[in-house]
């Protein structure tokens, strides 16, 4: 079974920087988009940033110059450091990757568990 493994949210002061960290957990055959998402209280998840295969990244318009995302498909991990952060940005992060368990297998979308990141005023 596939699961993504977040690492890294916590609590930091506005103007501060946190990189989190996603990993599947076992060795896959591929992986195609990964990316980070994020829901404050109250509202609807959405995108942060994506990066396909090829490392062409798509940013929200909000977090750009600010958040950069990079992905090892040696360890099949994604990355999202983020810098001068605010306190809009608290929320709960969601990693997600396209993934083919097998090279057989469909692609599936897969979630990590959340993580939280809040950011102090």
């Known amino acids: 079974q596939v699961q993504l493994v977040e690492s890294g949210g916590g609590l930091v002061q506005a103007g501060g920087s946190l990189t989190l960290s996603c990993a599947a957990s076992?060795?896959?055959?591929?992986?195609?988009?990964m990316g980070w998402y994020r829901q404050a209280p109250g509202k609807q998840r959405g995108v942060v940033a994506t990066v396909t295969a090829d490392g062409t990244t798509n940013f929200a318009d909000s977090v750009k110059g600010r958040f950069t995302i990079s992905r090892d498909n040696v360890k099949n991990t994604v990355y999202l450091r983020m810098n001068s952060l605010k306190p809009e940005d608290t929320a709960v992060y969601y990693c997600n990757a396209v993934i083919k368990r097998y090279s057989f297998s469909t692609a599936n979308d897969y979630w990590g568990q959340g993580t939280q990141v809040t950011v102090s005023s």
């Open positions: 076992v060795p896959v055959f591929s992986i195609n988009v």
